[in-house]
Nanobody, 124 residues
Framework: QVQLVESGGGLVQAGDSLRLSCVAS????????VGWFRQAPGKEREFVAA????????SYADSVKGRFTTSRGNAQNTAYLQMNSLKPEDTAVYYC?????????????????WGQGTQVTVSS
């Protein structure tokens, strides 16, 4: 059974950058689509970014376009979320998720495997 381990969160100042990593326990992750979601205190979980199994297609929420970039590692058992120009409103617990499929998925209920989450806090 695939397990996702997420890391890279932390406390930063507005304008700083962070890179989140999502590592899968199985090679079959290479054929899985990956999504990134976040949940801020008092808010619903929201879509952040997604990347398909080949790494050639991505999708981003309007709130992070131009600032965040998701990618697949060459080994295909990893995924990354590069977050630049962070804003206080980016503060949230960030989750990576995976599902078997060849498309892009932007709905949380389309994913069946989730990481444990990592806290990102942006001070102002």
């Amino acid at each position: 059974q695939v397990q996702l381990v997420e890391s890279g969160g932390g406390l930063v100042q507005a304008g700083d950058s962070l890179r989140l990593s999502c590592v899968a326990s199985r090679r079959t992750f290479s054929r899985s689509a990956v999504g990134w979601f976040r949940q801020a205190p008092g808010k619903e979980r929201e879509f952040v970014a997604a990347i398909n199994w080949s790494g050639l297609s991505t999708s981003y929420a309007d709130s992070v376009k131009g600032r965040f970039t998701t990618s697949r590692g060459n080994a295909q058992n990893t995924a990354y979320l590069q977050m630049n120009s962070l804003k206080p409103e980016d503060t949230a617990v960030y989750y990576c998720a995976a599902t078997y499929g060849s498309n892009l998925y932007v709905r949380a209920d389309e994913y069946d495997t989730w990481g444990q989450g990592t806290q990102v806090t942006v001070s102002s």
